[in-house]
Structure formats: structure tokens, C-alpha cells
């Protein structure tokens, strides 16, 4: 697979999945829109990373947490050329349960997970030259599809993502194509050791790696073009559960 010359803008790239995603896609030669938020140093690293690797990436800094912000986001991007494709991976998530959900946590939520990647999206479209083509990846979340009672306004954002997903594949076709991947247990919280009882109920009995992440990101940047609108589940069958 090859996204050389192509520009592609990820958003919440600093640290984690998203310093991943923003390295995988410029090892396939893409250059990098690599946003950030507060995590300035991580991001300059990142960016580091791939500077390191021969490729190229543009820092941008924007608190999608306003989404007038967010919409405004191709205005301060400083390269000249088109932005081939977007990968939404900025997002948050906060272990609420119902008696802990307030109206300002619960529109954080929806601002960044929700909001945001769809006024992003919408500019993305209307920049978007006569006749060019282009791509979107949701980073979704195995609970978007089987909401449950942890992470509530988190879960029900990514819920809504996942049928942004759908949506925004109709309103774009045929120039953009819109999927996502809705993930499971691949990284641990940086603060803990991995706990195996997470993934006793994956039927596939392990984590995640970060190489089959890169193979999902890159098949729906550079792979088939007759694919939109569907949410691939890298959860090893989580959801079925």
C-alpha cells in the first residue's frame, strides 16, 4: 500500500493510538496533519518520530471541545496541498455512570466525540477540489454497537459516531467514502499494568496489537474504494458477545 503524496490530517495525534495511526500512515508516505490539543510535547515527539522516518507532518493545535473551533480547523492548516483523507481519533472518555452524568460532562462528551469529527468532516467536504476523491475512519468503539451502563455519555457519543458513520457515507458518495473501526481491548490504561480480566469474555482470549491496527487504518486509507459506510469491529469478536 502507498499514500505517497497524500495529506492526511489525524486528529488527537500526540499520544497513544493516535501517535500510531499518525506514524503508520506516514511510514505508507502520507504527510501528516497532526493535531493536538494540550499534549504539545507529545505531539512535537510524534512529529519528531516521523521526521526521523523521512516524512513530513504539520502540528496544528485546536480544542475541539468548541465546535466552531473545529470547523475552522482547514483554515489553520498551513500546507498548500489538498488533504486526501481524515482520521477522527481525538476523543474522551470518562468512566460515568448514570448518577454521575451532568449536563457539563455530558456535553464534553458530545463536542468532542460526536460534534467535532462531523464539522470537521462537513469542512473537509467543502474543500474538496472539483473531481477529487477522498477518505474518512471513525475510531468507534465495540461499545458503540452494545451500549452498556459504564461510560455512559461516552458510549452513547460513539453510538452516535457509528451512525455518523452511515450517514455522512451517503452524503458524501461518491467522492468521499466514510468507515470506521470500532475497537476493543488493544492498549491498557497508562497508569496500570494489562489486566487479563478484560479480555476473559474476548472470544479470541488476547489483546490486541498495535500491527493490526496499522493493517485497519491503512486498508480503509489506501484500500478498496467500492467500501464505504461499514464499521470493521478489531474487537476479536467482542461485540458478539
Same mark, same amino acid.
Given at each position: 500500500?502507498?499514500?505517497?503524496?497524500?495529506?492526511?490530517?489525524?486528529? *488527537? &495525534? $500526540?499520544?497513544?493510538?493516535?501517535?500510531?495511526?499518525?506514524?503508520?500512515?506516514?511510514?505508507? $508516505?502520507?504527510e501528516?496533519?497532526?493535531?493536538?490539543?494540550?499534549?504539545?510535547r507529545?505531539?512535537?515527539?510524534?512529529?519528531?518520530?516521523?521526521?526521523?522516518?523521512? %516524512?513530513t507532518?504539520? !502540528? +496544528?493545535? =485546536?480544542?475541539?471541545?468548541?465546535?466552531n473551533?473545529? *470547523?475552522?480547523? @482547514?483554515?489553520?492548516?498551513?500546507?498548500e496541498?489538498? =488533504?486526501?483523507? /481524515?482520521?477522527?481519533?481525538?476523543?474522551?472518555f470518562?468512566?460515568?455512570? #448514570?448518577?454521575? /452524568?451532568?449536563?457539563?460532562?455530558?456535553?464534553?462528551?458530545?463536542?468532542?466525540?460526536l460534534?467535532?469529527? @462531523?464539522?470537521?468532516?462537513?469542512?473537509?467536504?467543502?474543500? !474538496?477540489?472539483?473531481n477529487?476523491?477522498?477518505?474518512?475512519?471513525?475510531? !468507534?468503539?465495540?461499545? &458503540? !454497537?452494545?451500549? %452498556?451502563?459504564?461510560?455512559l455519555?461516552?458510549?452513547?457519543?460513539?453510538?452516535?459516531? &457509528?451512525?455518523?458513520?452511515?450517514?455522512?457515507?451517503?452524503?458524501?458518495?461518491?467522492?468521499?467514502?466514510?468507515?470506521?473501526?470500532?475497537? *476493543?481491548? +488493544?492498549l491498557?490504561?497508562?497508569d496500570?499494568?494489562?489486566?487479563?480480566? #478484560?479480555?476473559?469474555? /474476548?472470544?479470541?482470549?488476547r489483546?490486541?496489537?498495535?500491527?493490526?491496527?496499522?493493517?485497519?487504518?491503512? @486498508?480503509?486509507?489506501?484500500?478498496?474504494?467500492?467500501?464505504?459506510?461499514?464499521?470493521?469491529?478489531?474487537?476479536?469478536g467482542?461485540? #458478539?458477545?
Amino acid at each position: 500500500m502507498s499514500l505517497q503524496g497524500k495529506t492526511i490530517l489525524v486528529t *488527537g &495525534a $500526540g499520544v497513544r493510538l493516535g501517535r500510531h495511526i499518525a506514524i503508520t500512515l506516514a511510514k505508507a $508516505g502520507a504527510e501528516i496533519i497532526l493535531h493536538y490539543n494540550s499534549s504539545s510535547r507529545d505531539a512535537e515527539e510524534t512529529a519528531e518520530q516521523i521526521n526521523a522516518l523521512g %516524512g513530513t507532518a504539520y !502540528l +496544528i493545535q =485546536v480544542d475541539l471541545s468548541d465546535p466552531n473551533k473545529a *470547523g475552522d480547523i @482547514f483554515n489553520q492548516i498551513k500546507t498548500e496541498k489538498p =488533504v486526501y483523507g /481524515v482520521v477522527h481519533n481525538a476523543a474522551i472518555f470518562e468512566p460515568l455512570k #448514570l448518577p454521575d /452524568v451532568t449536563p457539563e460532562n455530558w456535553q464534553r462528551h458530545m463536542d468532542i466525540n460526536l460534534a467535532a469529527p @462531523f464539522f470537521i468532516s462537513q469542512a473537509f467536504f467543502k474543500k !474538496l477540489k472539483p473531481n477529487a476523491q477522498g477518505r474518512i475512519a471513525m475510531m !468507534l468503539d465495540w461499545r &458503540a !454497537l452494545r451500549p %452498556g451502563v459504564d461510560h455512559l455519555p461516552y458510549t452513547i457519543s460513539k453510538a452516535g459516531l &457509528a451512525a455518523l458513520t452511515k450517514t455522512l457515507a451517503l452524503s458524501m458518495a461518491p467522492r468521499v467514502t466514510v468507515n470506521g473501526i470500532a475497537l *476493543g481491548a +488493544i492498549l491498557p490504561p497508562t497508569d496500570n499494568s494489562p489486566d487479563d480480566k #478484560l479480555i476473559q469474555s /474476548v472470544p479470541l482470549k488476547r489483546w490486541a496489537n498495535l500491527d493490526e491496527l496499522s493493517q485497519a487504518i491503512l @486498508f480503509l486509507m489506501d484500500g478498496p474504494e467500492y467500501i464505504t459506510g461499514e464499521v470493521i469491529h478489531l474487537d476479536g469478536g467482542r461485540h #458478539l458477545i
